[in-house]
């Protein structure tokens, strides 16, 4: 009896393990059908395809600053439900994407070209940066602030990232920070500066 008992609660123990698992690996929700089509009957591959990264073929100058091109559930719905996005980035020299999250997914990031300086922290305030070459990958853990900086004065870099999200968002904390119309005075008291140095802040913003 003391035997089965212990069988009982092993079994209840592997079956909670399995369940904690499966939460903690869970994105994008399953969908109960081979991909969703919105208000669209007649479907055919065009549907499953997107364009949108053609302008990178045709490309005839780098931007003069630092873009993204995405191809997302918002730009490309045949991703709804499927757990998966993209997109490619290109930094001129000297050029930033500031720290910013991503709340839905992780960022594998894969650099084609040139160099970047990269770093995140994590929920200790751990800050772990490393400098990448061509070839290189690099993960950034779900939800956690990160930034790229290409800190060659001369050269541009472009990278490709991947998302385990059809929607991973974006949340800049430059812009969420100040250009929310979050009250000066908070924010003030959250940086411990003065008001005049926060609307100075909001201002380069706003430029």
């Not at 630092?66 to 719905?77: D, G, H, R, Y």
């Not at 305030?125 to 956690?144: C, E, V, W």
């Not at 490709?160 to 979050?182: E, M, R, W």
């Amino acid at each position: 009896m003391a035997s089965r008992i212990s069988t009982m609660k092993l079994l209840s123990l592997l079956l909670s393990s399995f369940v904690i698992v499966q939460i903690a690996l869970a994105g994008d929700p399953d969908i109960l059908s081979d991909f969703l089509v919105p208000n669209q009957n007649n479907v055919d591959g065009s549907f499953f395809t997107y364009t949108g990264m053609r302008v990178l073929v045709n490309q005839s100058t780098f931007p003069a600053n630092f873009t993204i091109l995405k191809a997302s559930m918002v730009e490309f719905p045949a991703l709804n439900g499927q757990s998966v996005s993209y997109a490619v980035l290109q930094y001129p020299a000297s050029s930033l994407n500031p720290p910013h999250t991503h709340p839905r997914a992780a960022e594998l990031l894969f650099l084609v070209d040139g160099s970047l300086e990269v770093g995140f922290v994590d929920t200790t305030n751990k800050l772990f940066t490393q400098s990448l070459q061509a070839g290189d990958m690099f993960i950034f853990p779900k939800g956690l602030v990160h930034y790229q900086y290409n800190a060659d004065p001369n050269n541009p870099a472009i990278a490709i990232s991947s998302f385990g999200s059809a929607n991973a968002g974006t949340v800049s904390l430059p812009k969420t920070l100040f250009a929310t119309n979050i009250d000066d005075t908070i924010l003030a008291k959250s940086f411990k500066t003065d008001v005049s140095t926060i609307q100075a802040l909001k201002a380069g913003l706003a430029s």
